[in-house]
């Protein structure tokens, strides 16, 4: 997922920031680790199955443990894409995002081998290649986008958890089953546009018979 610029904020397609869309009826979420206050709305993920709605406090960063999953300082909602809306937004607490986002997909084709002297390959030379990282890293090497370009990554869809250890896997807070892996989200590119996740990586994972995820940063 790589940023392309801004978006209106209340717009039906893959964005962070903005105001979160949902059906008839929903209410904001609350913090339920330590300051219960409005979570912060993250982003806004059209999948096909349906729209991914991930919400993270940040009232006080660092008091609530939002890198969590079952912390309550975080939210994953699953809706269905008919009949979604704007959400009042609440007029207290750390509701939203300087800036909207827009996301577009880009495909990265990349040969770890042909550029085995990269930084982040030197990193992690000790470990299989994952997936992500080497697109993340083949982004940079693509020849119309130039270098440099690793901070306009915002992440990506399906596929598996970069580097998160099985422990970690959360399951459904609903039906205790497993929850299924959706994206990784990077705080972004700017103060503007940015969520803090203290310089982690986030995951996001939904159950689709429960209609509810979970997050969590490494």
Known sequence: MIYDGTAPADSDVLRTGGVPL??????WPMCGSSCGGPLQFFAHLPVEYGALSVFVCQNDPGAC?????????????????EGLQPVAVPEKGVTLLPATSAIRIHAVPFDPEEHEEHEEREEHD?????????????????????FGKQREVLGSLGGSPSYL?????????????????AAHLEEGISRQTAMNLGGQLGYVFVCRACCRGAFLTD
């Open 65 to 81: 443990d939002s890198w969590d999953a079952t912390s309550g300082a975080n939210r994953v909602y699953l809706f269905p894409r």
């Open 165 to 181: 250890e099985d422990d970690r896997l959360p399951t459904c807070a609903s039906c205790a089953g497993t929850t299924e892996f």
């Open 126 to 146: 000790d470990l299989a290649p994952d997936a992500y990282d080497l697109a993340r890293s083949g982004w940079k090497w693509e020849p119309e986008e130039g």
């Open 22 to 27: 949902a059906p008839a009826g929903f209410t």
